[in-house]
T-cell receptor
């Protein structure tokens, strides 16, 4: 069965510091990987997906099939980036998502 | 952008009663909706996939007779927690897909269920 692992429950950095939120997955097929973000008192929303290969709000994530990772990175964190981040995977041909346990990012001034 | 409305946002009920949660896609047709539950400080766990006009597909370990899902129209899916017990207390979240070339998943704001 597929699995998504986010090893860090909390990541605290100072404003302007680089950020890397780790995500590893296990799945035997070709997965589609996503990052979702949940700001305080708001609903989950899509941040980015690996097939788009785009940068949203300065965040990027590269799918590394060799390491089965999809880490989320940003070179300079901003206070408004403070939120809960979930890595998610969808199986080939299926739209339902398997979520990681989430990482809370705290960006301090 | 697409909006998914979930109602109610929170509900408190007595043990043994049933609770219905609604999930509506406000400005698009959602042929597929998903129901998740989230316990405190844990991840979202998929409960079931709901397709309009057909029976829901439940994930392993989810009791279909306890969590009744109805998806009677392209804009509405309901989850009914029957004979609720305190262990059913959780945060329930629905999501819906909007079909298209760039299919995305949109989430409701969630329902916090507390069973006394």
């Amino acid at each position: 069965a597929q699995r998504v692992t986010q090893p860090e429950k909390l990541l605290s950095v100072f404003k302007g510091a680089p950020v890397e939120l780790k995500c590893n997955y296990s799945y035997s097929g070709s997965p589609e990987l996503f990052w979702y973000v949940q700001y305080s008192r708001q609903r989950l929303q899509l941040l980015l997906r690996h097939i788009s290969r785009e940068s949203i709000k300065g965040f990027t994530a590269d799918l590394n099939k060799g390491e089965t990772s999809f880490h989320l990175k940003k070179p300079f964190a901003q206070e408004e980036d403070s939120a809960m981040y979930y890595c998610a995977l969808s199986e080939q041909g299926r739209r339902a998502l398997t979520f990681g346990s989430g990482t809370r990012l705290q960006v301090q001034p | 952008g697409a909006v998914v409305s979930q109602h109610p946002s929170w509900v408190i009920c007595k043990s043994g009663t049933s609770v219905k949660i609604e999930c509506r896609s406000l400005d698009f047709q959602a042929t597929t909706m998903f129901w998740y539950r989230q316990f405190p400080k844990q991840s979202l766990m998929l409960m079931a996939t709901s397709n309009e006009g057909s029976k829901a597909t439940y994930e392993q370990g989810v009791e279909k007779d306890k969590f009744l899902i109805n998806h009677a129209s392209l804009t509405l899916s309901t989850l009914t927690v029957t004979s609720a017990h305190p262990e059913d207390s959780s945060f329930y979240i629905c999501s819906a897909t909007r079909q298209g070339r760039n299919e995305k998943l949109f989430f409701g704001s969630g329902t916090q269920l507390s069973v006394l």
